[in-house]
């Protein structure tokens, strides 16, 4: 029983960290650099996408742990 709610509250924040409308931008931009060949791509938006990806790594720990509890 307990299990079964670890997992649901798991499923609940993967979900909110997918639909949230500050991580849709930068799941896009993930997207499209994963799609399109890195020529094509000016290196100052590779370096952008870095640093942007790192702030919502940074954030993504910080407020997971809250939400888990």
Known sequence: MI???RGKSKKK???WLLFHP???PLL???ILTLLLPRRLL???AVLLLTLALI???LWITRT???MTR
């Open 64 to 66: 997971l742990p809250g």
């Open 13 to 15: 924040a993967l979900l």
């Open 3 to 5: 299990s079964r709610e």
């Open 55 to 57: 702030i919502t790594l």
């Open 42 to 44: 000016p290196s100052h």
């Open 28 to 30: 896009h931009l993930l």
């Open 22 to 24: 500050l991580l849709l």
